[in-house]
């Protein structure tokens, strides 16, 4: 059904309009980390980044390298390694989410940053794991809430974010009109955006 409705959505999305956003506003009472059967869940270790760029490539953004991947998340001073989340199947990273800050200072707000799984992997409910153990990590760090971006034909994982208690922000004037529409094809009330 997504992937239909992903096809949908790539057609009618409007150039220039900026990701949509969505805010939990407490860390309180925080999904359960639970790894489904033949899965490990694991923090970056080097070498990691061609399995990060793989997991990246078309899922968010293209044309990923080596290279880019460390000068975008790497090398960035917001960067550390326990922070960069995987999922692995037999050893292999399959998934991945970055616990993030926006700018160094802020210790309000922490971002779900970089999230993907592989298409062969999806289905067996990597997002929610991957949603719980970012927001345990964000707590730890001392935040209070979580926030993300998204696209509108992204609709399993803004289905997975709205299980996660994320809720809409319209930062944006395009932003209402399309949070109505995801929530439409998510057959969601419109109320709850």
Not at 14 to 19: D, K, R, Y
Not at 123 to 135: D, E, I, K, R, T
Request: net charge negative.
């Amino acid at each position: 059904m997504f992937r239909k409705l992903t096809s949908l959505f790539k057609k009618r999305r409007s150039p220039g309009n900026p990701q949509l956003e969505m805010l939990r506003d407490n860390l309180d009472n925080l999904p359960e980390i639970t790894i489904p059967d033949g899965y490990e869940l694991r923090s970056y270790q080097p070498g990691d980044e061609t399995a990060w760029c793989v997991i990246m490539e078309g899922n968010v953004g293209q044309n990923w390298t080596v290279e880019k991947c460390r000068e975008k998340i790497i090398e960035d001073s917001r960067f550390l390694p326990e922070n960069l989340i995987f999922i692995t199947h037999g050893g292999n990273p399959v998934a991945s989410v970055c616990a993030w800050r926006k700018p160094i200072e802020d210790r309000t707000v922490g971002q779900v940053h970089m999230v993907a799984a592989l298409e062969s992997h999806r289905g067996n409910g990597l997002g929610h794991l991957l949603n719980a153990a970012v927001l345990h990590r964000i707590r730890s760090l001392g935040f209070q809430q979580a926030d993300l971006k998204t696209d509108e034909w992204r609709l399993a994982a803004i289905s997975s974010y709205i299980t996660a208690d994320f809720h809409p922000r319209h930062t944006h004037e395009s932003h209402p009109e399309r949070w109505k529409q995801v929530y439409k094809e998510l057959g969601l009330p419109e109320s709850d955006t």
